[in-house]
């Protein structure tokens, strides 16, 4: 059996979203040490699951990222 692993932003009260549903995860501190914790866990993914929303802003995201002069090496 595959071992599933979930990698999900979450506030302290368990939200994933503003209070009108808007993608709201400014509070998420996207630094040097998340950006490599999130490498080591999707290192060992052959698989990532979006829900629509997301899956919407990154469709329109990743297409911007080569041409995009401020983009990071992580990106």
């Not at 979450?10 to 509070?27: K, Q, T």
């Not at 899956?55 to 297409?63: A, E, I, L, N, T």
């Not at 990222?65 to 992580?74: C, D, E, L, R, Y």
Request: aromatic content about 10%; hydrophobic content about 35%.
């Amino acid at each position: 059996m595959r071992k599933l692993v979930l990698f999900l932003h979450a506030s302290l009260d368990g939200f994933v979203e503003g209070p009108n549903g808007e993608m709201d995860i400014g509070w998420v501190s996207y630094d040097a040490d998340l950006e490599k914790h999130a490498k080591e866990i999707l290192s060992t993914a052959d698989t990532v699951i979006w829900g629509r929303g997301t899956y919407q802003m990154m469709h329109s995201y990743w297409p911007s990222v080569p041409s995009n002069p401020s983009a990071s090496q992580h990106e």
